[in-house]
């Protein structure tokens, strides 16, 4: 059978030599070569298109079914359908065919299903729209002071541009995602026409009320004269911008963390500005598309919306204010009085009558609890029955070494003595400092000493000398050196 490269040295020598030769060096019959010559068309173009089948449709009696199925539910995989037809038909079909299924549902999905969804490319002009979101940055796997540090980053991507920045936070609540915006606005120097999020429940109002935005992200908006945009349910492509900068500015941080040679920071504001770096040097290559959008920001206001949120809650008879579904202890001089709680993204301060009188951690998540002992220590020592069943006894072990002391005058004094024991040593670690009562606690749990309230106000005195701990150190033999340098064929 004569090939295309054939054919072409035949076109090459048939000006030069006579047909005979010409076929000859090009390995054919001359007949075959003045065919070639006359149409002029490769061996490849004259072949006929293979449009029959070579072997029998092992589906044809069953594609009506399959069709049916595919009707009703489109996104039905061929592997699912092939085992239906293999449970159905017991015997008749093989493993091995399920790639004829599958192209034949695929040559029916591109002629005759149903219309797929079109993704429609945007053009973006500078300074229109800018796009926002949280993400999370497990996989990053960084630690502060040795120590787990889970956390998301609040991005914001301008989509012209690609100018990119962000900042730490610890859950998706309108305080981060305010405190973030404007940071990002304020670095900026100006504000885009559109803001684009996600449906987020900081931003967005999912009930079915009418209302389009929360109303704290609606006075957000209004304070800087922007617009807000949200995505449809289900369609993070119209977040595309930002989305695919999740990708790329974690890949970015995973591999700058690498060159760092370590994933440990010595605190948050150490992490962030590792992070301002990494932006910084993300941003270079953007400079050019960068400028032309900042010509058509529009100018800041003239100052800062305060990113914190104000509630006003009553202190309970259990000295507990309820703050975004978590509990939090204040003191219990407080009881039956209003506060304001003032929730910033990472802090919770406790206001009475214009002063702060609290400043608390931030909780994350729901249902969660964080109570302070020396809220509350005056009134339990007064009644320590109430200590065994408290609902958060849990949270008055300030570290394990008073947990150990708690057991261990359980087991020697009993439940009810042990107790009042424990709640006379937390009060004295409130009023003399917790740091101090926890070294006496050490020292008497080491040193195998009665441990008592009595004993630990007395080393916990402030003339009294710091307890010390005996730490004892068995000698080592040096002859052991002698051994692992002594070749063992010389020892025997």
């Not at 796009?131 to 914001?156: K, M, N, W």
């Not at 440990?264 to 962030?272: I, K, R």
């Not at 708690?406 to 670690?429: F, H, M, S, V």
Request: aromatic content about 10%; overall charge positive; proline content about 5%.
């Amino acid at each position: 059978m004569v090939n295309d490269q054939q054919v072409k040295r035949l076109w090459q020598l048939a000006g030069q030599l006579s047909l005979e030769i010409a076929a000859a060096k090009s390995g054919m019959d001359p007949k075959t070569a003045r065919k070639y010559l006359r149409d002029r068309r490769l061996p490849s173009e004259m072949r006929g298109k293979h449009t029959w089948r070579t072997r029998p449709d092992p589906f044809a009696d069953v594609w009506e079914q399959v069709q049916e199925l595919l009707s009703v539910e489109p996104g039905l995989q061929a592997k699912t359908l092939f085992e239906h037809l293999q449970q159905a038909h017991p015997g008749r079909f093989s493993d091995g065919q399920v790639r004829t299924l599958r192209r034949r549902i695929s040559y029916w999905r591109a002629t005759e299903g149903p219309p797929r969804e079109v993704f429609f490319a945007q053009e973006h002009r500078p300074g229109e729209l800018c796009q926002s979101d949280f993400t999370h940055c497990r996989e990053l796997g960084v630690t502060i002071d040795g120590q787990a540090f889970p956390h998301l980053i609040y991005h914001f991507v301008l989509s012209y541009s690609n100018w990119e920045t962000g900042s730490i936070c610890y859950s998706e609540t309108f305080e981060s995602l305010s405190e973030g915006l404007q940071n990002a606005f304020w670095q900026l120097g100006g504000v885009p026409r559109e803001h684009r999020t996600d449906r987020m429940s900081a931003a967005v109002n999912n009930l079915c009320d009418g209302k389009e935005f929360t109303q704290a992200y609606e006075g957000l908006l209004r304070h800087y004269r922007i617009g807000g945009q949200k995505i449809q349910a289900g369609q993070a492509n119209e977040n595309g911008d930002v989305e695919q900068r999740h990708y790329r500015f974690k890949q970015a941080a995973d591999q700058a963390l690498m060159m760092r040679g370590s994933r440990d920071f010595p605190g948050v504001a150490a992490y962030q500005m590792f992070l301002d770096k990494l932006f910084t040097r993300l941003n270079a290559g953007r400079r050019e598309r960068y400028l032309e959008e900042a010509e058509q920001l529009r100018p800041l206001p003239e100052q800062r919306l305060d990113s914190v949120r104000r509630e006003r809650v009553r202190v309970s008879p259990g000295s507990l204010v309820t703050v975004h579904r978590n509990c939090y202890s204040v003191h219990s001089r407080l009881i039956g009085e209003m506060v304001e709680a003032r929730i910033r993204p990472d802090m919770v301060e406790i206001w009475y009558s214009d002063r702060k009188v609290e400043e608390l951690p931030r909780l994350r998540g729901r249902s969660k609890h964080r109570i302070d002992y020396r809220h509350i220590i005056d009134w339990l020592v007064r009644k320590p029955g109430a200590f065994e069943n408290y609902r958060y006894r849990s949270d008055l072990f300030p570290t394990s070494w008073f947990r150990l002391a708690y057991d261990a005058l359980r087991e020697e004094q009993g439940p009810k003595r042990g107790a009042q024991e424990y709640l006379a040593i937390l009060l004295l670690a409130a009023r003399r400092g917790e740091d101090r009562v926890e070294g006496a606690v050490r020292f008497l749990l080491g040193s195998q000493q009665r441990l008592n309230a009595e004993e630990t106000a007395r080393l916990t005195e402030d003339n009294a000398p710091a307890p010390v701990t005996t730490i004892a150190i068995d000698p080592v033999s040096l002859a052991i050196f002698d051994d692992l340098l002594t070749p063992a064929d010389t020892a025997a």
